[in-house]
């Protein structure tokens, strides 16, 4: 199987930055495409960015507007492990949400802002940012 640990959540006010990182654990999904989905109080979850593995193509949700970065160790140095992160700047109050990390074991970008399509989720990191 395998397992998402998400970190870095907290509160902030409006403008700061925070960085939320993801430890993935398991071969069969930490060399696929990796992602973050938000769900704010009250709203469907939604999708936020995507990376896939090798060539690190980046993919976005239209409300991110070069405000949010995602990266990833893809683990191959120094036997680190896989690791995504989503670097977040110019935040607003309605960033405000439970954030998830999201894994599934294709590496191309079909349907890459499908949740559906992601096999494997962690538990979500809460991210307050205050106006």
């Known amino acids: 199987q395998g397992q998402l640990v998400e970190s870095g959540g907290g509160l902030v006010q409006a403008g700061d930055s925070l960085r939320l990182s993801c430890e993935a654990s398991g071969r069969r999904f930490d060399r696929g495409v990796m992602a973050w989905f938000r769900q704010a109080p009250g709203k469907e979850r939604e999708f936020v960015a995507a990376?896939?593995?090798?060539?690190?193509?980046?993919?976005?949700?239209?409300?991110v507007a070069g405000r949010f970065t995602i990266s990833r160790n893809d683990g191959s140095r120094d036997n680190a492990k896989n690791t995504l992160y989503l670097q977040m700047t110019s935040m607003k109050a309605e960033d405000t949400a439970m954030y998830f990390c999201?894994?599934?074991?294709?590496?191309?970008?079909?349907?890459?802002?499908?949740?559906?399509?992601?096999?494997?989720w962690g538990q979500g990191t809460q991210v307050t940012v205050s106006s």
């Open positions: 990376i896939t593995p090798f060539n690190f193509k980046t993919y976005y949700g239209d409300f």
């Open positions: 999201a894994a599934r074991p294709s590496q191309g970008a079909r349907e890459i802002r499908a949740e559906g399509t992601y096999k494997l």
